[in-house]
């Protein structure tokens, strides 16, 4: 037996008929509970809802979902209806692979995760929900509770998708208070749960995960003696100030009990600053102000690009993209020795990118794209990295992992192809046609 509503063994039907058996119970939330079961397809997941929240609207909503048929790895999509003969009903999904986690293990400094991941997965999150607002979707509760993430890798897998509704539709969710836009919170004439709320809930999320620390929580937070719904609502709802507001010193972090987060602020680069700034300074009063997933995509993926690693401690510090000053390590207080830049320029629509020359350089195929719809970083993505000379240690060179073969351009004219599996010598001025109008030419420091 299970300690959830449904018992190990009891066999339910899906909308086609097929038998679903409950293995055991994975965890519960507040609509309901989640279950491994068998079906003929293999193990998945099943969400049953408590009956108080099995409702005709609810059950709408999920058939509207699964009708969409929205395929995306990055989501566990509500992929068919599931009831029983009493009234009761859920939905299939996949099962989250073990090596996704919650964000909640980050914050208790349970998982062991490089900045740099962090940042592919905050492009990742980006990403994720600029794919589900294309379609007019609102995913309606953006939170630390419904998305997970790879520490390894950066990839990120958004659950409970069930909050998700089309942009106008009724739903009975509004989100968890802490993440949600000001204007919901004190229940404006007129607001709603939309895409333009679900732009606040991704920058606290991202804030969150980039910084460990909540956009308002500061000094006002501390001085509250009971931190009821009526305290909530003045925090995140009437009277919300960015603990970084540069016009309002009124919620700073306070010196000794919010230590983290002045500490990660002071390491991030202006470029990002200035996005949390915008966010919730303008954002929180203007709506129609809040920064756009591709505005933060931009940022980030300049940031990811541009890391620089400590010659004397050997820490990750992010570093302002296009500025050519070399920074104090954020860890050691060292000045940063800055390595040399590969400017990479396409061709219609123009776009330049730099990718700082780090012993663990890489350019991915969304470097050869003006407007690239996903950032891929894995392995299968790699189309030129960076490649120690071995009967020479301190030379580097630039090895072709595409396809094709490249045509490099040395200092004193002359050019060589550079076919797959090739490298070119790095030297300052070098420029390689990457193919498709794609030029990347080697500055200094």
Excluded at 146 to 154: E, L, S, V
């Amino acid at each position: 037996m299970t300690n959830g509503m449904l018992p190990t063994g009891t066999t339910l039907t899906d909308e086609d008929g097929a038998g679903v058996m409950i293995v055991g119970l994975l965890g519960s939330g507040g609509q309901g509970e989640v279950y491994r079961v068998r079906t003929p397809a293999g193990e998945r997941a099943l969400k049953w809802y408590y009956p108080g929240c099995a409702t005709d609207q609810q059950l709408q909503i999920v058939e509207d979902l699964v009708g969409r048929g929205f395929t995306d790895e990055r989501f566990l999509w509500p992929q068919q209806v599931v009831a029983d003969n009493a009234g009761g009903f859920g939905y299939l999904m996949d099962l989250r692979p073990d090596r996704f986690r919650g964000l909640p293990e980050l914050f208790r400094r349970q998982v062991s995760v490089q900045y740099r991941e962090l940042v592919t997965a905050g492009i990742h999150m980006v990403e994720a929900y600029k794919a589900l607002h294309s379609r007019g979707v609102a995913y309606r509760d953006i939170s630390w509770g419904n998305i997970f993430f790879d520490p390894a890798t950066g990839d990120v897998l958004v659950c409970d998708n069930d909050n998700a509704v089309v942009e106008g539709a009724v739903s009975g969710i509004a989100g968890t208070m802490e993440f949600m836009a000001p204007e919901l919170v004190r229940g404006d004439d007129g607001a709603t749960p939309s895409t333009q709320t679900d732009l606040h809930s991704l920058a606290v999320l991202l804030f969150m995960l980039l910084m460990n620390h909540h956009p308002l929580k500061g000094i006002a937070e501390l001085r509250i003696r009971c931190l009821d719904e009526a305290a909530e609502k003045k925090l995140y709802g009437t009277n919300p100030v960015f603990v970084f507001d540069p016009a309002d010193q009124s919620n700073r972090p306070d010196a000794h009990e919010q230590t983290t987060v002045l500490a990660t602020w002071g390491a991030a680069p202006p470029a990002l600053q200035d996005l949390f700034v915008h966010s919730f300074t303008e954002g929180l009063r203007e709506p129609s102000r809040r920064v756009r997933e591709s505005q933060w995509r931009e940022t980030l993926s300049k940031i990811r690009d541009t890391f620089v690693i400590c010659s004397d401690c050997g820490r990750q510090n992010m570093t302002e993209p296009d500025s050519q000053t070399a920074p104090s390590c954020w860890s050691c207080g060292k000045t940063l020795v800055m390595p040399a830049r590969l400017v990479v320029t396409t061709a219609h629509p123009r776009t330049v990118r730099t990718v700082r020359l780090g012993r663990d350089a890489r350019l991915y195929g969304h470097h050869l794209e003006a407007e690239p719809k996903r950032h891929d970083y894995s392995p299968a993505a790699v189309i030129a990295e960076l490649s120690e000379n071995p009967k020479r240690p301190g030379q580097f060179g630039l090895t072709n992992r595409s396809q094709e073969t490249w045509h490099a351009r040395r200092t004193d004219g002359t050019a060589h192809e550079v076919e797959p599996g090739r490298s070119v010598s790095l030297r300052p001025g070098l420029g390689v046609d990457l193919g498709g109008g794609v030029e990347a030419v080697m500055h200094s420091s």
